[in-house]
């Protein structure tokens, strides 16, 4: 891509070809290490020990990330996106720093809540920036190129963690993102220039913990619940109630706020309702299908690791196929009906999975996957770019954290169900046999089936347009 000069209704200056090099490398770095641990856990437990407490290596991770979202979007709303996406970088390299020296397991699991925190600010400030430099057209092609990084960190990811563990140490999971972390960082330093109007503004800081606080407690509950301790038990009632209560109190706090640090008004738009709810099922339809397709090709299909992770590889391969090509789609037909082919045809992928069994072929996995793959890339950017039109420069950012936390949310919930499914027929009983782990994944199957169905429920309230909103500034290329 040439670089271009580009100046916004903030007076952003940039150089979008070097910018967009640099949130490509942030979006693949987070993607990254969200499954490069995944095959060195039985490596990583020899070393440090602690083997009963590895599943919070990935559940704290998510909880710091999913917290901090609709944090840093209201900062990066206030002080610009820059000081934001720095920051997180510079947290998520001290935390991997972290993690690679980690001499005990208690001390890399509170490592990787560095590591989330940091996250929770790369991940929506990507979408943001994108939102700020590109026009409505191109920025489908720019979430294209996003979603095709992320495709293939994922994919990358069990695999170049399988290669440190078991050739050069797995401490370098965790190394290796320092010198990634350090040129993306210099990259948006030397590139990337805004001059955000700036407001002296109060600082929500009661909010933020309240929001913090009481959406941390339901996550942690509903990613621990049914495996840590029981549905019924009362920490698992304790931890909801003291949730709900929390967050409860944080709508009462941000009616009154002057400034909220999530604003009410967001849950008036419909857009930003529908992307969002579109967003929370995309989550825990992806958490379903990757969390579960590798475990049924390895202990039902007789594969590999390798081969399940490909497998389940071929959905996020058809994501930035489709996702590349929305842009010219929805410029034709408008984002409501671009969201129903993508929810459709991914409906039409899982019902696919609904015919899934023992004696299927890894082939015919793989193709559902793809399918379904296909319709998520022609909902999911659409309609977060849909939202981010429909806002300002100084609402984007809590818009697209919004989106981001959605999915989060989603993913927990994700976690919870599909697991709560999956014991209900193969219990805890040690290694499930064949017959027992299919019928169980099967149930995951129906639930990502249904809620594809909902995708496409909640992408008939989407906007039929097909520009710019009356709410959006237009961004102006200089060359």
């Given amino acids: 891509m040439v670089a ?13 070809g070097a ?18 641990i995944a095959t060195a856990v039985l490596t990583i437990t020899e070393s440090l020990g602690g083997f009963a407490q590895f599943p919070w290596l990935f559940s704290i991770y998510l909880l710091a990330q999913a917290v901090t979202v609709p944090v840093y979007g209201k900062i990066a709303d206030t002080v610009g996106r820059k000081p934001v996406i720095l920051f997180g970088i510079a947290v998520f390299a001290l935390g991997s720093l972290l993690c690679g020296l980690a001499g005990s397991m208690l001390w890399l699991i509170v490592f990787r809540a560095v590591q989330g925190i940091g996250a929770g600010a790369v991940q929506p400030m990507t979408m943001t920036i994108a939102g700020d430099l590109y026009t409505l057209a191109e920025r489908a092609k720019v979430q294209g190129y996003l979603a095709g990084v992320w495709a293939f960190s994922s994919v990358l990811g069990p695999l170049l963690g399988g290669v440190f563990a078991e050739y050069i140490g797995w401490r370098w999971i965790f190394l290796v993102n320092l010198p990634l972390s350090a040129w993306a960082g210099w990259m948006l330093l030397r590139h990337y220039t805004e001059s955000p109007a700036r407001e002296r503004r109060r600082v929500d800081y009661t909010g933020a913990m309240l929001l ?3 959406a941390g407690a339901i996550i942690l509950g509903l990613l621990e619940g049914g495996r840590a301790w029981a549905w019924d038990a009362p920490v698992s009632i304790g931890i909801f109630a003291g949730g709900a209560a929390v967050l409860v109190a944080f709508v009462l706090v941000e009616r009154r706020a002057a ?3 999530l604003p009410l008004w967001l849950f008036t738009r419909r857009v930003v309702v529908a992307s969002s709810a579109i967003s929370a099922l995309v989550g825990a339809l992806l958490l379903g299908l990757t969390s579960y397709v590798p475990t049924f090709t390895q202990g039902v299909l007789g594969a590999g690791a390798v081969i399940g992770g490909l497998t389940v590889g071929a959905l996020t391969l058809g994501w930035p196929v489709s996702a590349s090509q929305s842009g010219r789609v929805y410029l034709r037909i408008g984002f409501r009906r671009t969201a129903l082919i993508g929810g459709v045809t991914a409906v039409i992928g899982a ?13 015919q996995v793989a193709a559902t996957c793809f399918v379904i793959g296909l319709g998520l890339g022609l909902v999911a950017s659409p309609t977060l770019i849909a939202a981010q039109t429909s806002a300002t420069w100084g609402e984007r950012g809590v818009v697209t954290s919004a989106n981001m936390f959605a999915r989060s949310i989603g993913s927990a919930v994700g976690v919870a169900v599909f697991g709560a499914l999956v014991n209900s027929r193969v219990g805890d009983t040690g290694t499930p046999s064949p017959a027992a782990l299919a019928e169980g994944v099967h149930l995951v199957f129906v639930a990502v089936a249904a809620m594809a169905v909902a995708i496409v429920i ?15 500034q237009a961004v102006t290329p200089a060359r």
Avoid: Q
């Fill in 458 to 472: 909640a992408a008939a309230f989407m906007p039929g347009g097909r520009g710019e909103s009356g709410h959006r």
């Fill in 4 to 16: 271009e000069t580009v100046r916004t209704d903030v007076g952003l200056r940039s150089e979008r």
């Fill in 351 to 363: 019902a696919g999975t609904l015919f899934i069994g023992p004696g299927s072929s890894i082939a």
């Fill in 212 to 214: 913090t606080s009481g």
């Fill in 259 to 261: 400034d909220p640090v």
């Fill in 19 to 36: 910018i967009l090099w640099s949130l490509m490398l942030g979006t693949g770095l987070i993607a990254l290490d969200s499954t490069i």
